[in-house]
T-cell receptor, first 112, second 113 residues
Framework: GESVGLHLPTLSVQEGDNSIINCAYSNSASDYFIWYKQESGKGPQFIIDIRSNMDKRQGQRVTVLLNKTVKHLSLQIAATQPGDSAVYFCAEYLQGAQKLVFGQGTRLTINP | DTGVSQDPRHKITKRGQNVTFRCDPISEHNRLYWYRQTLGQGPEFLTYFQNEAQLEKSRLLSDRFSAERPKGSFSTLEIQRTEQGDSAMYLC???????????FGPGTRLTVT
């Protein structure tokens, strides 16, 4: 069925450490994935995306890894800062359905 | 600000009343999406427009819900005879290409009392 899930609902890291947020997806036909950041009271904000013909993509302080064999997606945030505190969602684009399917989200908190 | 905008940001209504929300997408984006998000959950797809044509609707969109995009620019989402279960954040997103990045607005938070 359609589902995108996350391994951990909450993640707490020390400021300056690297954060890794994981996501499992179920539809092997999905060909596009996006990570969004959502701060309290705001809409989701695009962080980084990856297509299924890639296994890694890097942005500024963020890296997304895609393992199609086990249908797993991860978001790595380097040198985590207080401003990174938010809920992070992975979303799966269902080809032909013309919509994004979101997971439940992981709340990232930064300890000073 | 050239991002997606939504109005109002907050709406409190009594059960049984009708409400209407507006979304203004990024100007050159011809694809527009509505999602609903409840507390602690990810957004759930409701419906999708390409220009003025409504191409897909979720099973979540009951008969009390209707969405329009009459001129292919802004869109409205109306909920008739609101129920307490309709309380949620209603998010609008737009994109330039099919299967591409969707940009979200700030959402309209609906509270039905």
């Amino acid at each position: 069925g359609e589902s995108v899930g996350l391994h951990l609902p909450t993640l707490s890291v020390q400021e300056g450490d690297n954060s890794i947020i994981n996501c499992a997806y179920s539809n092997s036909a999905s060909d596009y994935f996006i990570w969004y950041k959502q701060e309290s009271g705001k809409g989701p904000q695009f962080i980084i995306d990856i297509r299924s013909n890639m296994d890694k993509r890097q942005g500024q302080r963020v890296t997304v890894l895609l393992n199609k064999t086990v249908k797993h997606l991860s978001l790595q945030i380097a040198a985590t800062q207080p401003g990174d505190s938010a809920v992070y969602f992975c979303a799966e684009y269902l080809q032909g359905a013309q919509k994004l399917v979101f997971g439940q989200g992981t709340r990232l908190t930064i300890n000073p | 600000d050239t991002g997606v905008s939504q109005d109002p940001r907050h709406k409190i209504t009594k059960r049984g009343q009708n409400v209407t929300f507006r979304c203004d997408p990024i100007s050159e984006h011809n694809r527009l999406y509505w999602y609903r998000q409840t507390l602690g959950q990810g957004p759930e797809f409701l419906t999708y427009f390409q220009n003025e044509a409504q191409l897909e609707k979720s099973r979540l969109l009951s008969d009390r819900f209707s969405a329009e995009r009459p001129k292919g620019s802004f869109s409205t989402l109306e909920i008739q005879r609101t129920e307490q279960g309709d309380s949620a954040m209603y998010l609008c997103a737009s994109s330039l290409v099919l299967g591409g990045e969707q940009y979200f607005g700030p959402g309209t938070r609906l509270t039905v009392t």
